[in-house]
């Protein structure tokens, strides 16, 4: 199977019913474990990208966090959320095909703290720096939960079973 091409007919037909141009597949010894168009449009969340959606139905059918061994088909270069999410459940490599320069003079999503474009280098600034207000509120009890969570876990401060960058 062409699982470019899958990932293309995914995006394709979802433009057709109204959705955004974006589609997810991911493969593992060959086949097909998850696939999904983004669906922010049709459900009004805006963490409905196709990357999110495919990522956790993979992880549902698998019952774990990690995709190793698999690959993951994207058709454009993924956003800031989409690849922290790719990052975070470590596939063995993922296919993107089409670049925002590529797309961008058909389509453009600019949203007000959010400019492809930009927001790259808006997410390595300090938070002090970002146009998206934030602030730090310190609490010591924030830590407290994280101290419990490695008293309940043996004095680790790793998950256990996490393919690690070591």
Sequence with gaps: MDFAQRTIDLARANVLEGGRPFATVIVKDGEILAESPNKVAQTGDPTAHAEILAIRDACTKLGTEHLTGTTIYVLAHPCPMCLGSLYYCSPDEVVFLTTRDAYEPHYVDD????????????????????????R?????????VYRLWQDRNGGERRVAGVPSAE
């Excluded at 400019?115 to 146009?131: C, G, M, P, V």
């Excluded at 730090?136 to 407290?144: L, R, S, T, Y």
Aim: charged share 40%; proline share 6%; aromatic share 18%.
């Design 111 to 134: 949203r007000k703290y959010f400019e492809l474009a930009t927001f790259y280098d808006e997410f390595a600034k300090d938070y002090t720096e970002r146009r998206l207000p934030m």
């Design 136 to 144: 730090h509120q310190p609490e010591d009890a924030a830590v407290d």
